[in-house]
């Protein structure tokens, strides 16, 4: 991908780059515009630049669509699945589009695509993306199921929201992945993750031209104490979706309690009556793990 008209910043010098040679290069690549960000397979695209097309119908997506049957299987797929089941059996791609809404589509299409970004070569970053991967569809599931329960927010939006949640940490892992000898521990991998996944995820989320309040999600998604005036938005959604996530897990331990940040007093607060809970994993887990399995498989 042309990194031409991306807008970098020199950034910052940092006491953490010391004696850290991937965070170093992470930095020199930011600074000189030689990152390496992940580019979404060109049918994905054309599919988005269609369905954003003001001429675009059912039909003529269709078309594009169908240029992969893959993706094709997969749209007729869920728009058979219980969360979205009708009457009739949906058996083809313009029937698919129907029940699902051209924007619904596209957040799904999109989603696809975003597991081929995941890939490295060295089985230990390799690794890493899959977890990666496994983390992001986690909280992209938990994240729709909040939605869909919660007044003003989109499901679909509030699943690709979560799924790129953690985009930033791609392109770092990728630079291990093509400079091992920058790696003499697992913990500068870690570092450098820490130091540069907010300004990275920015800049895959501008390459991509995804809208503007997902660069807010990247930057945020680990702001736990994050406080704005208004209503909740779809970083709030993902940051408690982030803390659902690590329930049951050791990571839990090293944040926040739920109840403690403004995302839940925001989305939970003054519905207390409301199934959208601490104990969310419980109430709708089979909700959540069909949605994860669409994800991943």
Partial sequence: MDQSNLEVEPPPARPAAEGNPLLQQCLKDMQTRNISLPTLPDISLKIRKAINDERANNSRIARVVQVDPAITGRLIHIANSPLYLGRKKIESCPEALTRL?????????TSFALKSVFQAKSAYVRRRMQELWAHSSYVAAISAVMAHKTHGFDPDRAMLAGLVHDIGVVPVLTCADRNPQLVAQVQQIDQAIEEVRAEMGRLVIKAW???EDFEDVV???ENWYRETPGEADYTDLVILSQLHSYVGTLHIHKCPAIDDIPAY???IGKHKESDISRNI????KEEIRQIQNMLTD
């Fill in 209 to 211: 031209n995804f809208p």
């Fill in 219 to 221: 930057v945020n998604a």
């Fill in 101 to 109: 809404g051209l924007r619904a589509a596209q957040h799904f299409i």
């Fill in 265 to 267: 007093r925001k989305l």
């Fill in 281 to 284: 994993l419980d109430l709708a």
